[in-house]
């Protein structure tokens, strides 16, 4: 089997901006492997020429470091179980509210963001009448959502979809 694969260290890392990440390729054929090699070479210079590597430093340093890679580990799994958290909440919220829709779709993506299947229409009125910002495609970022302000974010998402606006 013969493919490529990408990784972006940005996120997981929080090396946001410093162009750290991996590119692998497998092939079965050896005498693909320099050709190869040489055009993504090509096509990397074009981009930058040298990339600082200060990145991959902190990397490789928490990578190899038994105690920074299992303090690491320990921090993944607490923010992706924040981020379920904060799915689970939004979702019960909608629920509890009776808002139109199926909001399943909010428990079941993953990562940092999630699409709330808002037209460009609800994601203005989100903005103009409850100031809860995100993207016009209706992605929003979890990590503004806390048990603090789900229930706000739920009734403004409520509040667009019925076509209920209100102050809250």
């Known amino acids: 089997m013969e493919f490529f694969v990408a990784q972006s260290f940005a996120k997981n890392f929080g090396l946001y901006g410093t162009r750290t990440g991996a590119f692998h390729v497998v092939t079965s054929d050896p005498k693909v492997a320099g050709p190869v090699a040489s055009q993504l070479k090509r ?21 190899h470091n ?3 890679f299992e303090m690491w580990k ?7 179980d924040r981020l379920r958290l904060c799915r689970k909440m939004l979702y019960d919220e909608l629920v509890k509210l009776g808002t139109p829709g199926d909001w399943t779709h909010i428990t079941k993506q993953i990562g940092m963001f999630t699409y709330t299947g808002l037209t460009v229409e609800q994601v203005d009125n989100m903005i103009e009448h409850y100031h809860v910002f995100l993207l016009k495609s209706g992605r929003v970022s979890l990590a ?4 603090k302000n789900v229930a706000y ?13 209100s102050k809250l």
């Open 66 to 68: 038994p105690e920074l």
């Open 74 to 80: 320990q921090d993944m799994i607490t923010m992706s």
């Open 43 to 63: 096509i990397v210079r074009i981009h930058y020429s040298n990339p600082p590597n200060y990145g991959a430093r902190i990397i490789s340093l928490v990578v």
């Open 144 to 147: 503004g959502i806390n048990t």
């Open 153 to 165: 974010v739920a009734k403004a998402i409520d509040g667009v979809v019925t076509g209920k606006l």
